[in-house]
């Protein structure tokens, strides 16, 4: 019975922190980033294939992505053909744990849909 419950109250964290990443995504990024569609910034897909070239490991894509958002900066950017064409992206001030449960959700999701 004990072990039942832990098993349960594990599970239902790990939901909560997917549920997080997406609902965090879906409500700071795709006002720009289209899943698949480029509008007024790259697709989210596109910049999802550029992080994963770049960083295959999970730990050095979140790091990398939720410290580059967190400041924008055309010298360390993975997509510098995206800032020609649509100009740096502006920074969002958003706190660094937020900015990694999404670069998490993006690492996770298989957005070709
Ligand atoms: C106001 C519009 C806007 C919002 C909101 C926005 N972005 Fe962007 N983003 C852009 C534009 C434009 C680019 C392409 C130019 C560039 O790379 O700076 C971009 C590029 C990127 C890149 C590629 C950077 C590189 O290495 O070249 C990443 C990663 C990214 N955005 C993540 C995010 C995440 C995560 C969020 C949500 C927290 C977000 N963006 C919200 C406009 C936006």
Redesign the pocket.
């Known amino acids: 019975m004990k072990k039942a419950l832990l098993i349960f109250t594990i599970s239902s964290v790990t939901l909560f922190a997917a549920n997080l990443g997406e609902t ?2 879906n409500g ?6 289209n899943i698949t569609t480029p509008n ?3 697709s ?1 897909q596109e ?1 999802k294939q ?2 994963t070239k770049a960083f295959p490991q999970k730990d050095a894509f979140v790091l ?3 410290e ?2 967190s400041s ?1 900066d ?1 010298k ?5 053909h ?2 020609k ?6 920074e ?1 001030g ?1 706190d660094k744990d ?2 990694t449960e ?2 998490k959700y ?1 690492f996770e999701t298989n957005f070709k849909k």
């Open positions: 965090l995504f700071n990024c795709t006002s720009c980033h007024s910034a790259p989210i910049i550029y992080y990398f992505m939720s580059w958002v924008p055309a360390t950017a993975m997509m510098p995206a800032i064409k649509y100009g740096l992206m502006p969002l958003y937020t900015l999404i670069s993006i």
